[in-house]
């Protein structure tokens, strides 16, 4: 902890406001002084990021939509002001690992060899690619734009909801079952979903070939409705229910299966990237679920050997996931809970705390083939 003394009288009103309330009591001049002292390496460090931030969001909000309004596509700022971040919690300025406080805040702005012709039309095309393994270039749309320009254009298209919120009894104390939960939409586009189910229908390929190891592939016989979903799971192997050998749920530390391909883990660098995933806890398993028309996945609470957060990534087909402290099973297949949150194609679903502890979750009986992928750490 810092202390700090400050000589003379002190004003009354800035009294119970210390040094922030100082600092309201200067002129412009006296604040240009006042940080042309210097500070230690941290505070400037951290001083300087606070800068760039600012100038960064004000920059991206005034910057890019003046130009588009300026242009002849027809595009206003309320055409683009979904693509800017709400007061729920998103961020307005990609903040990638290796950069520096310092980063100069011109690195967001637009090239001048880039008309805000061109620009309204990349800024409002959601199949702007990246290189960074999950899509390629593509000479079609990139209008003359850096990979951190596109990257922030992306980056700011990403909706983010965290404010889920169901209240329950339970022991006795109303809670918010849902606390911990955020979607995060938009985080894969049409192009980088293209690739991603190429992938892990060539996989299923494979394990269908026998060309996965074993406890990698799973593909039972479906026997009734909602039952028999394919799996392939990587970085670990996760038992469902006591197994022939003895083996109770969780992870089966002595078995082996194939690691995550590298698509999949492009795939998880741009989630710790773009702020989806925190970077405290990067997963290094999967299994995906390729569901057929009619397979589902019951209630249920994730294993506790699967560390918290992890996140379920959906493909194909939009569908809803129930939540809740109690979700009645009404028919094979069918479920009922309180809480049914849609999962769009493309969207990343976090769960955390209450979210994942306490509400059960399940997927009633898909109306049509899709994918999730979820993605846990151990």
């Not at 003379?8 to 009103?13: A, E, H, I, V």
């Not at 979700?327 to 069918?334: T, Y």
């Not at 769009?344 to 997927?363: E, F, Q, T």
Request: hydrophobic share 35%; net charge neutral; with cysteine.
């Amino acid at each position: 902890m810092m202390n700090a003394d400050f000589p003379g009288n002190l004003p009354d009103s800035v009294t119970g406001e210390g040094i922030i309330g100082l600092l309201k009591t200067l002129n412009r001049d006296e604040v240009f002084e006042v940080l042309s002292q210097g500070f230690c390496p941290h505070c400037e460090a951290l001083l300087g990021k606070r800068i760039v931030d600012v100038v960064s969001k004000r920059m991206s909000k005034t910057s890019l939509s003046s130009d588009l309004e300026q242009g002849s596509t027809g595009c206003s700022t309320k055409d683009v002001s979904s693509l800017y971040p709400s007061e729920n919690g998103s961020e307005s300025i990609i903040k990638l690992p290796h950069q520096q406080a310092t980063m100069a805040a011109t690195t967001v702005s637009t090239p001048n060899s880039v008309s805000s012709k061109q620009l309204a039309r990349v800024v409002m095309n959601s199949d702007i690619l990246l290189n960074d393994g999950l899509g390629g270039t593509s000479p079609v749309i990139d209008n003359g734009l850096s990979e951190e320009q596109k990257e922030h254009i992306r980056f700011s298209q990403v909706g983010r909801k965290k404010d889920f919120v169901h209240m329950e009894k339970i022991n006795g104390k109303s809670t918010n079952v849902l606390k911990g939960l955020e979607l995060h939409t938009k985080v894969f586009n049409a192009e980088e979903h293209k690739k991603i189910v190429e992938c892990v229908y060539n996989l299923q390929r494979m394990g269908q070939k026998g060309q996965l190891r074993e406890c990698t592939y799973s593909e039972p016989r479906k026997w009734m409705r909602g039952k028999g979903r394919v799996t392939i799971q990587f970085g670990c192997c996760y038992n469902y229910a006591l197994d022939k050998n003895g083996n109770p749920p969780g992870i089966v530390r002595d078995e082996e299966v194939d690691p995550l391909p590298p698509l999949f883990k492009q795939m998880i660098k741009r989630m710790v990237r773009w702020h989806v995933l925190p970077p405290t806890c990067v997963p290094n398993s999967c299994i995906v679920n390729i569901y057929d028309e009619g397979d589902c996945i019951p209630p249920h609470i994730d294993h506790h050997d699967f560390l918290r957060p992890f996140c379920t990534v959906s493909f194909l087909t939009e569908c809803n996931i129930l939540f809740g402290s109690s979700l009645k099973i009404v028919s094979p297949g069918e479920f009922s809970g309180p809480v049914s949150i849609p999962l769009p194609v493309g969207s990343v679903l976090i769960l955390n705390g209450n979210g994942a502890d306490i509400a059960k979750h399940c997927v009633p009986a898909v109306p049509g083939k899709r994918h999730f992928n979820s993605i846990p750490s151990d």
